[in-house]
């Protein structure tokens, strides 16, 4: 099946410094969300972006799906940024299961 | 529009027992997935439900089972259940309009039920 590969899987930044979450996939998707993890486990939606560029406030996505790959930016980091973001897909031939990554887990250190 | 919701929040079983989670989706949702997300494994698709339909399934052990009722509410239900069991459980619902691979539209998740067996 589809292999979904998030990178790096730590991450401790000091608050104000910038930071690029990666997701790989190993096949073509058709669909592509980013999550933040709070720790209280609830997941909250950051980008619905199968491809091309989105934009929210000090975040913002961008997806190649040719090249399998998409990219998360937090510019300006505050500490509640802190938690594990994930990235899911939905791979495109083959059936309809959503995968998830493992997960950049990120600290952000006032 | 209120959110997902999943009852209870907080579940403490014996093992042996079996337990029924909950979950509403967002009105007009037809769409309910269910996950399990344990340090180990990760986040892992279980289910998913369309308009009282099994569309998919993970590869869980038939201890595991769900349905969906008309108004596209979702339970979830684990018989006998396991130490391995204890995690947290994640329902999502989307507005996904039929099957087939163009048919997959934005999840949103509810706050989960943890599960702990003891």
């Known amino acids: ?110 | 529009k209120a959110g997902v919701t999943q009852t209870p929040r907080y579940l403490i079983k014996t093992r042996g027992q079996q337990v029924t989670l909950s979950c509403s989706p967002i009105s007009g949702h037809r769409s309910v997935s269910w996950y399990q997300q344990t340090p180990g494994q990760g986040l892992q698709f279980l289910f998913e439900y369309f308009s009282e339909t099994q569309r998919n399934k993970g590869n869980f052990p038939g201890r595991f089972s769900g349905r969906q009722f008309s108004n596209s509410r979702s339970e979830m239900n684990v018989s006998t259940l396991e130490l391995g069991d204890s995690a947290l459980y994640l329902c999502a619902s989307s507005d996904r309009s039929g099957s087939g691979r163009l048919s997959y539209n934005e999840q949103f998740f509810g706050p989960g039920t943890r599960l702990t067996v003891l």
């Open chain 1, 1 to 110: 099946g589809i292999q979904v590969e998030q990178s790096p899987p730590d991450l401790i930044l000091q608050e104000g410094a910038n930071s690029t979450l990666r997701c790989n996939f190993s096949d073509s998707v058709n669909n592509l969300q980013w999550f933040h993890q709070n720790p209280w486990g609830q997941l909250i939606n950051l980008f619905y972006i199968p491809s091309g560029t989105k934009q929210n406030g000090r975040l913002s996505a961008t997806t190649v799906a040719t090249e399998r790959y998409s990219l998360l930016y937090i510019s300006s980091s505050q500490t509640t940024d802190s938690g594990v973001y994930f990235c899911a897909v939905k791979p495109l031939n083959r059936d309809d299961k959503i995968i998830f990554g493992k997960g950049t887990r990120l600290h952000i250190l006032p």
